[in-house]
């Protein structure tokens, strides 16, 4: 993620204001979240701008534009009409409505409310990595699918770095009680588990 992606919440719409009601249509809302973090885990530059382009064409032709706001508790992706911005600045005398704007907390816990449509998510990827890559790496994906649904309530695709070496390092060797077979490919589980959902690995310590 570059600087210019990632601003400091000080000149648009703070998050306490906006509403479920939004102008763009869900699936919209959707493709931006997985571009976003499409972008974030991506390693090369180039591949994070081809992203961030595809995020602009998928709301372009809603008005809208998006950016990524900084927080004490992690980023925030806030998609809000063009409009509201010129040159490079969101201008707050153009705000008349703070709901028009859609903001989406990419760190830290979910919504505990859709745990349980984000759990069933998650157990849908599981069953699918075990389908084609068999038990070790279903059972290594399961504990995975286990440690983000408890303990962030969001699906494993939108793990973090720091979130994904918190299970490697953490969670795994502590609460999942893995077998040999389980401890020697839990990198490979882990890469395969996005693979499988069509998603960039982000980068993680394994020690």
């Given at each position: 993620?570059?600087?210019?992606?990632?601003?400091?919440?000080?000149?648009?719409?703070?998050?306490?204001?906006?509403?479920?009601?939004?102008?763009?249509?869900?699936?919209?809302?959707?493709?931006?979240?997985?571009?976003?973090?499409?972008?974030?885990?991506?390693?090369?530059?180039?591949?994070?701008?081809?992203?961030?382009?595809?995020?602009?064409?998928?709301?372009?032709?809603?008005?809208?534009?998006?950016?990524?706001?900084?927080?004490?508790?992690?980023?925030?992706?806030?998609?809000?009409?063009?409009?509201?911005?010129?040159?490079?600045?969101?201008?707050?005398?153009?705000?008349?409505?703070?709901?028009?704007?859609?903001?989406?907390?990419?760190?830290?816990?979910?919504?505990?409310?859709?745990?349980?449509?984000?759990?069933?998510?998650?157990?849908?990827?599981?069953?699918?990595?075990?389908?084609?890559?068999?038990?070790?790496?279903?059972?290594?994906?399961?504990?995975?699918?286990?440690?983000?649904?408890?303990?962030?309530?969001?699906?494993?695709?939108?793990?973090?770095?720091?979130?994904?070496?918190?299970?490697?390092?953490?969670?795994?060797?502590?609460?999942?009680?893995?077998?040999?077979?389980?401890?020697?490919?839990?990198e490979e589980s882990i890469a395969l588990v996005f693979e499988t959902a069509g998603e960039s690995v982000p980068e993680f310590r394994c020690q």
């Amino acid at each position: 993620m570059t600087p210019e992606d990632v601003t400091d919440g000080a000149d648009g719409p703070d998050s306490s204001d906006a509403t479920d009601e939004s102008e763009l249509p869900a699936e919209t809302v959707e493709e931006a979240e997985r571009l976003t973090r499409l972008a974030r885990n991506a390693i090369d530059e180039n591949e994070r701008d081809a992203y961030r382009r595809r995020r602009e064409d998928v709301l372009e032709p809603h008005g809208f534009t998006a950016r990524v706001r900084t927080e004490d508790a992690g980023d925030v992706l806030v998609l809000y009409p063009a409009e509201w911005r010129e040159d490079g600045v969101i201008r707050t005398d153009r705000i008349d409505d703070l709901s028009r704007a859609v903001e989406i907390r990419l760190d830290g816990p979910g919504d505990p409310d859709d745990w349980d449509d984000l759990d069933a998510a998650n157990r849908a990827l599981v069953d699918a990595v075990r389908k084609v890559h068999g038990d070790v790496h279903g059972d290594n994906a399961a504990a995975f699918a286990d440690f983000m649904s408890n303990h962030y309530a969001r699906p494993m695709t939108s793990a973090t770095g720091d979130e994904i070496t918190e299970f490697r390092t953490e969670y795994f060797v502590r609460n999942a009680w893995p077998s040999k077979k389980q401890r020697e490919v839990i990198e490979e589980s882990i890469a395969l588990v996005f693979e499988t959902a069509g998603e960039s690995v982000p980068e993680f310590r394994c020690q």
